[in-house]
């Protein structure tokens, strides 16, 4: 079966560390894969997307790799900041529609 | 970025009753738009996939008659939960895509059914 697994503890991490997280995916073969931050009791924000031939992205203190052999993709946020602390959500496109599908997401505390 | 609104952010209903949820895109045309389900520390469930003009795609085991969808228009789409429960009482959320390929969501709904 087809799934998105996202490390379901939550990551707790001192501020200015850099904060790594993790996304797998099982029986898809996207073209590309993206990144979005809730915070809660809001919708999801878009941070960035990484495509099947992109080995890494960056933009400012966020950093995606994208491994389509080891169906993985790791989101890295450098210097990180107690204003970094929200739900982390990796998402990729299915079906005909272009249907978003998401992982559960990994919640991350910056501490002080 | 663009912009998706959603009204209302929050709405409490009697069991029975039905609510609609409105999700507009307000500087871009969106000819699909998404609607998501989300529990308390859960993943967001797609619900249904709407497309302006047409009948909406709704994803295995959610029931087309509870969620009515209708896209009447490029920029406007709406949700309809029919004969609320309470067990229909979740966090809904829309989505639309833009130009290239990012989704913009909106604000969110909460709904409690009493």
């Known amino acids: 079966s087809q799934k998105i697994e996202q490390n379901s503890e939550a990551l707790n991490i001192q501020e200015g560390k850099t904060a790594t997280l993790t996304c797998n995916y099982t029986?898809?073969?996207?073209?590309?894969l993206q990144w979005y931050r809730q915070d809660p009791g809001r919708g999801p924000v878009f941070l960035l997307l990484i495509r099947e031939n992109e080995k890494e992205k960056r933009k400012e203190r966020l950093k995606v790799t994208f491994d389509t052999t080891l169906k993985q993709s790791l989101f890295h946020i450098t210097a990180s900041q107690p204003a970094d602390s929200a739900t982390y959500l990796c998402a990729l496109l299915s079906g005909g529609y272009n249907k978003l599908i998401f992982g559960a997401g990994t919640r991350l505390a910056v501490h002080p | 970025g663009a912009v998706v609104s959603q009204h209302p952010s929050r709405v409490i209903c009697k069991s029975g009753t039905s609510v609609k949820i409105e999700c507009r895109s307000l500087?871009?045309?969106?000819?699909?738009m998404f609607w998501y389900r989300q529990f308390p520390k859960q993943s967001l469930m797609l619900m249904a996939t709407s497309n302006e003009g047409s009948k909406a795609t709704y994803e295995q085991g959610v029931e087309k008659d509870k969620f009515l969808i209708n896209h009447a228009s490029l920029t406007l789409s709406t949700l309809t939960v029919t004969s609320a429960h309470p067990e229909d009482s979740s966090f809904y959320i829309c989505s639309a895509v833009g130009g290239d390929t990012e989704a913009f969501f909106g604000q969110g709904t909460r709904l409690t059914v009493v």
């Open positions: 029986n898809y073969s996207p073209a590309y």
């Open positions: 500087d871009f045309q969106a000819t699909t």
